[in-house]
């Protein structure tokens, strides 16, 4: 797993840190290798022609597995070390891995398909938030 940026743990950090041995029984009757193929069918006929995906919140990695599984160069990035970790142990071998809060990314190229499939967009509720995020 490479993390390129550590971040001070957030309370948000921490809250997660705490749930990641939780997290995928919390969500198990989550569809993700559905959900995740509907959603890219749309990003293609949106015109997504690209195979490189940057998943903003990955948490454990269930978002991410299905990218990977469609053939995609991705990314996982999450604030909370603990998710990764446990995203790491699911994930193909070199599938970088990168703790970071939304809105302070450290610089991971370019990308073709950048998405935030959970509730991660949720936690930036000021104007100037969702600004550092784009």
Sequence with gaps: MSLLAQIPPTSTAAEYDALAPHYDAFTDDA????WIRRLEA?????????RRA???GCGTGSSLLP???LGYDAVGCDVSAAMLQRAA?????GV??????????PELGCF?????VNDTVN???????????R
């Design 67 to 69: 990218l990977t599984r």
């Design 123 to 133: 936690y930036l509720v000021a104007p100037a938030e969702l600004r550092r995020a």
């Design 89 to 93: 142990c699911k994930l193909p071998a």
């Design 96 to 105: 970088e891995l990168v703790v970071s809060d939304l809105c302070a990314l």
């Design 42 to 50: 749309l990003a293609r006929r949106h015109g997504l022609t690209g």
């Design 31 to 34: 569809r993700y290798d559905g």
């Design 54 to 56: 940057l998943d903003l």
């Design 112 to 116: 073709d398909l950048v998405w935030s």
